[in-house]
């Protein structure tokens, strides 16, 4: 049991709901995009939020963050980050196979709106992977995305929160394309009842 509460046993669990959303995800990126991207989730971790910054990147790196509110029988934020070159790669993957365009080394507009949609569909295919699990009721909202420093990771997202965040399952979500790889990580931002719910079905679907 670690200090979270939570088992192994659980957040293997929870690990395995990732990589079938991700899969899931993978495919319709590839048949979008009509090129083959596959992702993978290495590990999982449940943290307290204070702890995300040191799991992201070294200090003072700049991030993009793409955020959503969740609603339904959890209340919770799911947010992905990347780091600012990673984020730039992903949207030249993505825009050179839509339009003709050349290497671009800045993240511009489209690249942007590139980018949330393709979190749009990241996040919304692990959220439906972990309704199918767990038989909980899951909504996200249109993502927004930001830029910020990695000591200031995910906590300007909590401050508009309504409720008290202080968990987060980080998920690693590597994007491989031709052999390149671009580091991503999922975050679920949980306060203590969400967390409970969590855990709850979690113990449920285990002893099944």
């Known amino acids: 049991m670690i200090n979270t509460g939570i088992t192994k046993l659980q957040l293997d669990a929870l690990r395995e709901v990732g990589t079938i959303g991700t899969g899931n995800a993978s495919i319709a990126f590839s048949e979008m995009l009509e090129c083959e991207i596959k992702l993978k989730v290495p590990w999982a971790r449940l943290v307290k939020v204070n702890e995300v910054s040191t799991m992201l990147a070294p200090p003072r790196e700049l991030l993009v963050?793409?955020?959503?509110?969740?609603?339904?029988?959890?209340?919770?934020?799911?947010?992905?980050?990347?780091?600012?070159?990673?984020?730039?790669?992903?949207?030249?993957?993505?825009?050179?196979?839509?339009?003709?365009r050349e290497?671009?080394?800045?993240?511009?507009?489209?690249?942007?709106?590139?980018?949330?949609?393709?979190?749009?569909?990241?996040?919304?295919?692990?959220?439906?992977?972990?309704?199918?699990?767990?038989?909980?009721?899951?909504?996200?909202h249109v993502p927004s995305i930001s830029f910020t420093l990695t000591e200031r990771s995910v906590s300007d997202i909590t401050k508009a929160f309504k409720g008290k965040?202080?968990?987060?399952?980080?998920?690693?979500?590597?994007?491989?394309?031709?052999?390149?790889?671009?580091?991503?990580?999922?975050?679920?931002?949980?306060?203590?009842?969400?967390?409970?719910?969590?855990?709850k079905r979690l113990d449920e679907k285990i002893k099944r």
């Open 165 to 199: 965040i202080e968990y987060a399952l980080v998920l690693a979500t590597d994007f491989m394309e031709k052999g390149a790889m671009i580091r991503g990580r999922l975050i679920l931002l949980l306060d203590s009842a969400s967390l409970k719910i969590l855990t």
């Open 103 to 140: 290497k671009s080394m800045v993240l511009d507009i489209l690249g942007r709106d590139a980018i949330r949609e393709l979190c749009n569909i990241l996040i919304g295919s692990y959220l439906t992977a972990l309704n199918k699990f767990l038989g909980i009721r899951l909504c996200h």
């Open 65 to 100: 963050e793409i955020h959503s509110r969740v609603t339904g029988d959890i209340n919770a934020l799911v947010v992905v980050v990347f780091s600012r070159e990673d984020a730039v790669r992903l949207a030249d993957i993505i825009l050179r196979s839509i339009i003709t």
